[in-house]
Every structure is written in C-alpha cells, then in structure tokens.
C-alpha cells in the first residue's frame, strides 16, 4: 500500500464550484498534516496545516481522521486562480515529509 | 519575506558527469531537505541535513548523490555521474527549529542526456 494516496484527479470545475479532495496515509504513526499546492513546473507551496480538530482558512477547510487515517481539503466558491496539483503531505515525528501523488484541479470560466 | 534560493535554475550535462546543485536556505533555518520530481510524478525525499550531517536519507539517495554545507549559507547537492534517470526538478526547503513548516526553493531542473 502507497504511503499516501490522494484522488487520482483531475477535477474540472466551474468557477464558484465547491470541491473537495480526499487523501489517506498508511503509516499509523503519522503526526504532522498539511496541503500544499504546485502550479506547473513551480515548487511546493504551503496552503495549510491540517490539526485533529480542523481549521478553516477563508474558502479553504481542512479536516483529519485519525482513526480512518483520511485527510480532507474542502475549496469553497473556487476561483480560477485556484487552478493547480493539491499535494496532501504526511510527516511521523523524526521522520521525513511524504508527499502524495498530487491531485489536478482545473478551474473553468 | 525571505526565501530559499536555487541555482541554476536549469543544467543541461552529459550522462556520467558531475553535476553540483546549490541552494541557499532561509538564514536562521536550521533543517534543509532536497527532493526530487520526476516530470509528470510525485515530489520525492531524498535527504534531511541537521547540524551539519545527514539525518535521514531515503533509497534513492544511493552512493552516487552527496550532500555538503561548505560555509554558512550553501547548501548543496553533488550526483558524481548522471544517468539519464536522474532528469528531474530538483526542489531545496529548509525549516527552523521546531517547527514542520517548509520553505521550498523554486527547483533546479537537470537535464541529463
């Protein structure tokens, strides 16, 4: 089983769209959560940290299940500017960062 | 806002030559990381640096690739002889003391024919 695993995308959506991406990991010992995002051939960009009891930035919603090991990402009223690879990444303590695969949103007019 | 900062910002070289990456990380960051990302795939670790040596290193980080802190701000990342598959963006991050938060660079992308 993959570390972590993300929706394997892409997501097409109107503008004002909510939508939301689903993200598991595998390794129970997990302690650190976070959603980044990538806009094409650019580095990794932070976009939020995910705690156990969910925190909420402007349109953006982040939700953790520590007992089903699920990581969620919920974008309210989407933006074209939101167009890019939401990367949902996992850290143990000690350990290093593991990112997953990515998952595409394209965001239409 | 300080960042972390990559050069070249694109290398083209010869399968079996030695290619150096540099990155300068965020000043008063204390842990530097590189990853890798093939095109088209994952962003994949490759190695931590704390207090001027390795702390973790994933199986991709084989004999060929080393790390070096050569003065107090370069960071760098040494593959003796490329192979074809060693292509990718090349992305530095560095975090402070006690705290998960990276500070990724904007990449070097190697080209190696």
């Known amino acids: 089983r993959k570390e972590v695993e993300q929706d394997p995308g892409p997501f097409n959506v109107p503008e004002g769209a909510t939508v939301a991406f689903n993200c598991t990991y595998s390794?129970?010992?997990?302690?650190?959560f976070f959603w980044y995002r990538q806009d094409c051939r650019k580095e990794p960009k932070l976009l939020m940290s995910?705690?156990?009891s969910g925190n909420e930035d402007g349109r953006f919603t982040a939700q953790l299940n520590r007992a089903s090991q699920y990581i969620s990402l919920l974008i309210r009223d989407s933006k074209l500017s939101d167009s890019a690879t939401y990367l949902c990444?996992?850290?143990?303590?000690?350990?290093?960062?593991?990112f997953g695969p990515g998952t595409r949103l394209s965001v239409l007019p | 806002e300080p960042e972390v900062t990559q050069t070249p910002s694109h290398q083209v070289t010869q399968m079996g030559q030695e290619v150096i990456l540099r990155c300068v990380p965020i000043?008063?960051?204390?842990?530097f990381y590189w990853y890798r990302q093939i095109l088209g795939q994952k962003v994949e670790f490759l190695v931590s640096?704390?207090?001027?040596?390795?702390?973790?290193k994933s199986e991709i980080f084989d004999d060929q690739f080393s790390v070096e802190r050569p003065d107090g701000s370069n960071f760098t990342l040494k593959i003796r002889s490329t192979k074809l598959e060693d292509s990718a963006m090349y992305f530095c991050?560095?975090?402070?003391?006690?705290?998960?938060?990276?500070?990724f660079g904007p990449g070097t992308r190697l080209t190696v024919l």
């Open positions: 991050a560095s975090t402070e003391e006690n705290t998960d938060t990276q500070y």
């Open positions: 390794n129970s010992a997990s302690q650190s």
């Open positions: 995910v705690y156990s």
């Open positions: 990444v996992v850290r143990s303590r000690g350990q290093n960062f593991v």
């Open positions: 000043s008063n960051h204390l842990y």
């Open positions: 640096f704390y207090n001027n040596e390795i702390s973790e």
